[in-house]
C-alpha cells in the first residue's frame, strides 16, 4: 500500500487567530501566516529575504483546538492543501491562495513545550447505546450526532417554567 501524503506548510502566525462559524454552524480558524525565506550564500552565511503571506483555515472541531492552542508568533507545521479562491478588492475580483489544513502543530524545531501524551476519551459525553451504534454504522452515529447538534436548546422562559411557580433560575 502506497503511502498518503498531503501538502504542507510552515512558517509563523502573524494575526491574532479568530474563531467564527459558518451558515452551517461549523467552527471556522482563521489566521494570517507568515513563511520567512533566506538565501545561502557563498560564505555559507544566510541573507534574510522579503516574507510571503498567506492565510491558513481550518474547520470543525479541529478549528477550535488550533484556536484554543495557538497565538500571534507561534511557529508552525500544518498540513492540507492549497485552494484559490475568488475576491473582490476595490470592486475588481482578484485571486487568492488560502491554506486549508487539516492537521497543524507546534514546529518543535523553533518551540519548546511539554507533551501530554495523555488520551482524551473519544466516547466522554456519548451513552452506550450511542458507542455501540457508532461501532456497527459509523455513518449513522455520525449523521445522528450532527442532527442532534442542530436541534435547538430549549428556551430560559420554558426551563423556568418547568421549575415550577415562584422559583428564578439564574
Do not use: C, W
Not at 497565538?71 to 486549508?100: C, L, P, S
Amino acid at each position: 500500500m502506497a503511502i498518503t501524503t498531503k501538502e504542507s506548510l510552515s512558517g509563523f502566525i502573524a494575526s491574532d487567530p479568530d474563531l467564527t462559524f459558518t451558515v452551517n454552524g461549523d467552527a471556522r480558524f482563521y489566521a494570517r501566516v507568515r513563511q520567512e525565506h533566506f538565501q545561502r550564500e557563498d560564505s555559507g552565511s544566510f541573507t534574510k529575504l522579503e516574507s510571503t503571506f498567506t492565510d491558513l483555515v481550518m474547520f470543525r472541531k479541529s478549528a477550535e483546538r488550533a484556536y484554543a492552542q495557538f497565538q500571534k508568533d507561534d511557529a508552525f507545521i500544518a498540513e492540507g492543501e492549497t485552494r484559490t479562491y475568488a475576491q473582490t478588492v476595490n470592486g475588481e475580483e482578484v485571486q487568492r491562495d488560502q491554506f486549508v489544513a487539516s492537521r497543524v502543530g507546534h514546529d518543535n524545531n523553533i518551540t519548546t513545550y511539554d507533551v501530554d501524551r495523555s488520551r482524551p476519551d473519544r466516547n466522554a459525553g456519548r451513552d452506550t447505546t450511542e458507542r455501540e451504534s457508532a461501532g456497527q454504522d459509523p455513518v449513522a452515529a455520525a449523521t445522528a450526532e450532527r442532527e442532534a447538534q442542530l436541534e435547538p436548546e430549549p428556551a430560559v422562559a420554558s426551563v423556568a417554567a418547568a421549575a415550577g411557580p415562584g422559583t428564578l433560575a439564574r
